[in-house]
C-alpha cells in the first residue's frame, strides 16, 4: 500500500547532527500522519517525533524536545527529522511511520513503516 523508506543515518561523535529521510511512495499523503520512532538493542520502540502532513500539529518526546524537528517537504513525498546534539542515549534504529490519523505518539496508530535507519552515536 504505503511504502516508507528512511535514509540518512550514520555513525557520527556525540554533539553532531544528522537529518533523516523517510521517502513515501503510493498515495499522496495529505490526510495523513508522519512518525519517527526509535528501537535502540535490547529495549522497546519508543516515540520519538510526529507531525500531521498539513503542518497543523507537532509532537516531540521530552528526551528529544528541543534538539530534534520533523518537517516535510510535500512537493517531494518526504518527512525529516533534523537531529541536533546528538548523545550516545540517542544510538538505536530510526524508523518512519504513516497513518490516517492524528500525530500519534502511539505506535499501533500508524499501519505503515519503514524499515529503519541505523543511528550510532559515540561519545
Known amino acids: 500500500q504505503v511504502q516508507l523508506v528512511e535514509s540518512g543515518g550514520g555513525l557520527v561523535q556525540a554533539g553532531a547532527s544528522l537529518r533523516l529521510s523517510c521517502a513515501a511512495s503510493?498515495?499522496?499523503?495529505?490526510?495523513?500522519?508522519m512518525g519517527w520512532f526509535r528501537q535502540a538493542p535490547g529495549k522497546e520502540r519508543e516515540f520519538v517525533a510526529a507531525?500531521?502532513?498539513?503542518?497543523?500539529?507537532?509532537n516531540y518526546a521530552d528526551s528529544v524536545k528541543g534538539r530534534f524537528t520533523i518537517s516535510r517537504d510535500t512537493a517531494k513525498n518526504t518527512v525529516y527529522l533534523r537531529m541536533n546534539s546528538l548523545k550516545p542515549e540517542d544510538t538505536a534504529v530510526y524508523y518512519c511511520?504513516?497513518?490516517?490519523?492524528?500525530?500519534?505518539?502511539?505506535?499501533?496508530?500508524?499501519?505503515?513503516w519503514g524499515q529503519g535507519t541505523q543511528v550510532t552515536v559515540s561519545s
Open positions: 511511520a504513516a497513518g490516517a490519523g492524528a500525530a500519534s505518539q502511539r505506535g499501533t496508530q500508524y499501519p505503515h
Open positions: 503510493g498515495r499522496t499523503f495529505s490526510a495523513y500522519a
Open positions: 507531525m500531521t502532513w498539513s503542518g497543523n500539529s507537532r
